[in-house]
């Protein structure tokens, strides 16, 4: 009696499971997207389904099938499937799960699949509990995670690990997606519906068959007589009122993404581009101050003096975060972006810094010249400070031919203007007052 309650119990809960776990893959050849790993003879199929898979890291975003990939490894395989979740998952556990895998394996040689979700969550005593198991093979791990392995998981147990990294889906995969769950709900929608919520998705198809769950739902309320008497059809309004407003994913990996993403844009003088990074930055709650930082680091690496007044941009922008805040302070970092992005660019002072200083790490840099050394002092004259100084202020041009550098590095050249917006005036100046460099003496 207790096994037919228990069979009826998972019956009414598989009727009543959200629309995602309904419509799980049960082959390969059921999931969507992802035919760079699982499609004809693709890596990660061959692999499965010749049951010699090794220890894998599965990296990707929210609902692009990693949990679905670790159990069809679990119905194609001959191993043991056994599941932990990194998130409630002790040590203790990890030690269980190792002590059952040897126990199976020396009794019945049957080997253990750990498949182990949100693995960036384990610290790294619990990953470090796992590699000797990986290591040896009694164990077999596959990790999911949405976040980039090579920030979050130890370097031993990565490099023990094989890493496939999935996708977002596309619009068309989500399309698909959307169709066979309208089918499983008995249920039809317009064309312009279906797009809605496949472009709303953001990739992640746990999340679209979510919201078609929802619009469903809503265009049986909308319409009672059809609560009932499938197929509801859900239209635009279903869809509009069932999407919430896109939760931008956004972890570490996002982090060093985006703003590496917003930087180029600068320097690629795209203001359009700059601003959409900008506001995904904005939108996801990056730290302005972080934003601000990378404004007034990108006004001299890649603007420099082609627009001299870019620095004072960006730093009036970074304090304009600290004095006003957002959400107003969107429109002080919005205007330092479009300000870098449209200046005219040159990198020749970054350039120089750096050539500078690997002259001062490499070469002999030799002693200050006595004539720019500091005679201000008593005995400094009698030393020969400051003799044969020649004061600029002194001509009438303002500068005057005198040697600056330490004797060992006279002729190098460590900054060379371009020939962009205001840097072209500084280059013709640079021309006229400074003789050619000597030969092999430029960096």
Same mark, same amino acid.
């Given at each position: 009696?207790?096994?037919?309650?228990?069979?009826?119990?998972?019956?009414?809960?598989?009727?009543?499971?959200?629309?995602?776990?309904?419509?799980?893959?049960?082959? +390969?050849?059921?999931?969507? @997207?992802? *035919?760079? +790993?699982?499609?004809?003879?693709?890596? +990660?199929?061959?692999?499965?389904?010749?049951?010699?898979?090794?220890?894998?890291?599965?990296?990707?975003?929210?609902?692009?099938?990693?949990?679905?990939?670790?159990?069809?490894? =679990?119905?194609?395989?001959?191993?043991?499937?056994?599941?932990?979740?990194?998130?409630?998952?002790?040590?203790?556990?990890?030690?269980?799960? &190792?002590?059952?895998?040897?126990?199976?394996?020396?009794?019945?040689? !049957?080997?253990?699949?750990?498949?182990?979700?949100?693995?960036?969550?384990?610290?790294?005593?619990?990953?470090?509990?796992?590699?000797?198991?990986?290591?040896?093979?009694?164990?077999?791990?596959? @990790?999911?995670?949405?976040?980039?392995?090579?920030?979050?998981?130890?370097?031993? +147990?990565?490099?023990?690990?094989?890493?496939?990294?999935?996708?977002?889906?596309?619009?068309?995969? !989500?399309?698909?997606?959307?169709?066979?769950?309208?089918?499983?709900?008995?249920?039809?929608?317009?064309?312009?519906?279906?797009?809605?919520? $496949?472009?709303?998705?953001?990739?992640?198809?746990?999340?679209?068959?979510? *919201? #078609?769950?929802?619009?469903?739902?809503?265009? =049986?309320?909308? /319409?009672?007589?059809?609560?009932?008497?499938?197929?509801?059809?859900?239209? #635009?309004?279903?869809?509009?009122?069932?999407?919430?407003?896109?939760?931008?994913?956004? @972890?570490?990996?996002?982090?060093?993404?985006?703003?590496?993403?917003?930087?180029?844009?600068?320097?690629?003088?795209?203001?359009? $581009?700059?601003?959409?990074?900008?506001?995904?930055?904005? *939108?996801?709650?990056?730290?302005?101050?972080?934003?601000?930082?990378?404004?007034?680091?990108? $006004?001299?690496? /890649?603007?420099?003096? =082609?627009?001299?007044?870019?620095?004072? !941009?960006?730093?009036?922008?970074?304090?304009?975060? /600290?004095? !006003?805040?957002?959400?107003?302070?969107? &429109?002080?970092?919005?205007?330092?972006?479009?300000? #870098?992005? *449209?200046?005219?660019?040159?990198?020749?002072?970054?350039?120089?810094?750096?050539?500078?200083?690997?002259?001062?790490?490499?070469?002999?840099?030799?002693?200050?010249?006595?004539?720019?050394?500091?005679?201000?002092?008593?005995?400094?004259?009698?030393?020969?400070?400051?003799?044969?100084?020649?004061?600029?202020?002194?001509?009438?041009?303002?500068?005057?031919?005198?040697?600056?550098?330490?004797?060992?590095?006279?002729?190098?050249?460590?900054?060379?203007?371009?020939?962009?917006?205001?840097?072209?005036?500084?280059?013709?100046?640079?021309?006229?007052?400074?003789?050619?460099?000597?030969?092999?003496?430029?960096?």
């Amino acid at each position: 009696m207790g096994d037919l309650f228990t069979a009826a119990a998972e019956d009414e809960l598989a009727r009543r499971a959200p629309l995602a776990a309904r419509m799980r893959p049960r082959s +390969l050849d059921d999931i969507v @997207g992802q *035919t760079h +790993l699982v499609g004809p003879g693709a890596p +990660l199929r061959r692999l499965v389904e010749a049951d010699r898979l090794s220890s894998v890291l599965l990296w990707g975003p929210p609902g692009t099938g990693k949990t679905t990939l670790s159990q069809l490894v =679990a119905t194609a395989s001959a191993k043991t499937f056994v599941q932990l979740s990194a998130v409630t998952a002790k040590v203790s556990d990890v030690r269980d799960v &190792i002590a059952g895998a040897r126990q199976r394996l020396g009794e019945r040689g !049957v080997g253990t699949i750990l498949f182990l979700d949100e693995v960036h969550r384990f610290n790294k005593a619990q990953q470090d509990a796992l590699l000797p198991s990986v290591e040896s093979g009694e164990l077999i791990l596959i @990790g999911a995670t949405t976040e980039n392995p090579y920030f979050e998981v130890n370097a031993p +147990l990565r490099s023990r690990s094989t890493l496939f990294r999935l996708e977002p889906l596309t619009t068309a995969d !989500v399309e698909r997606l959307l169709r066979r769950g309208l089918e499983v709900e008995q249920a039809t929608a317009d064309d312009d519906a279906v797009d809605h919520l $496949a472009r709303r998705a953001g990739g992640d198809g746990r999340q679209a068959l979510t *919201t #078609l769950e929802v619009a469903v739902a809503l265009a =049986a309320v909308a /319409d009672p007589t059809e609560r009932s008497t499938p197929p509801r059809h859900v239209t #635009l309004a279903d869809a509009e009122a069932a999407s919430d407003i896109k939760s931008l994913r956004y @972890g570490r990996d996002e982090h060093y993404d985006v703003i590496s993403a917003f930087i180029k844009s600068i320097r690629g003088s795209d203001p359009d $581009a700059a601003l959409h990074w900008l506001a995904r930055m904005i *939108t996801a709650g990056e730290d302005p101050r972080f934003i601000a930082r990378r404004l007034v680091v990108a $006004a001299s690496e /890649d603007i420099g003096m =082609a627009d001299h007044t870019s620095l004072l !941009v960006a730093e009036a922008a970074a304090r304009a975060v /600290d004095f !006003v805040g957002l959400p107003e302070a969107r &429109i002080n970092l919005a205007h330092a972006t479009v300000h #870098l992005a *449209t200046a005219p660019k040159s990198n020749r002072a970054y350039m120089g810094i750096n050539a500078a200083m690997r002259d001062v790490a490499d070469v002999p840099t030799g002693e200050v010249p006595t004539h720019l050394r500091d005679a201000s002092y008593s005995g400094a004259a009698s030393l020969g400070h400051g003799q044969g100084y020649d004061y600029p202020h002194g001509h009438d041009a303002g500068w005057v031919d005198q040697q600056y550098l330490p004797d060992e590095l006279v002729g190098r050249r460590y900054y060379e203007p371009s020939q962009h917006g205001a840097e072209a005036e500084i280059a013709r100046r640079q021309a006229e007052r400074t003789p050619p460099p000597s030969t092999g003496t430029t960096p």
